[in-house]
């Protein structure tokens, strides 16, 4: 007598592609659903030396002397000054360069449409715009500032506004 073996069950042969179907749906929507981690980078310059660093394709950041900042690749960047004083360059302003958001002590700088130096002090800081505009916010007190003004600011509201000339917003650019 021979023996039948029993024909393979029609699910069997289903389950492997199945599987891999499912695998790479769960992996699709996972892409998706959680965020980008966030990454800070750490910029720093030495005594004597400048640096520039691009972040997105139309902003370029000039970093002094002895400065040191972070830059986050969040969807917004936000850009931290952590010592010194640099200068945002912005080439071509679009969508992205309106978001830009720089933080020095406790003062949150947010881009309009602004070519500016951010300097960071021993109980605050300072910024100068050089072209455009930016609002600034600090404690209860939130400031638009236009070409042509400086604002001093301490660690909880501003202490002066001046005019400046564009020659005089981060002089020291031209040794760089």
Known sequence: MTETKPAPSNRRKYIIPFASAAAV???????????????????????????????????????????????????????????????????????????????VDEARIKNIDASF????????????????????????QSRLINAGQQVVFGRTHITEESSISSADVAPWRQYK
């Open 117 to 140: 130096s951010a300097e960071l002090q021993n109980d605050g800081g300072s910024i100068a715009i050089a072209e455009g505009q930016a609002e600034i916010q600090i404690g209860a």
């Open 25 to 103: 749906m769960l992996f699709g929507i996972s892409i998706f659903i959680l965020p980008s981690p966030i990454s800070h980078q750490l910029h720093t310059t030495a005594t004597g030396q400048y640096k520039q660093v691009f972040v997105g394709p139309n902003i370029r950041i000039d970093m002094n002397s002895n400065s040191s900042m972070t830059v986050s690749n969040d969807q917004t960047p936000v850009i931290e000054l952590l010592q010194g004083s640099i200068y945002f360059d912005i080439t071509n302003s679009d969508t992205n360069t309106n978001k830009l958001v720089a933080l």
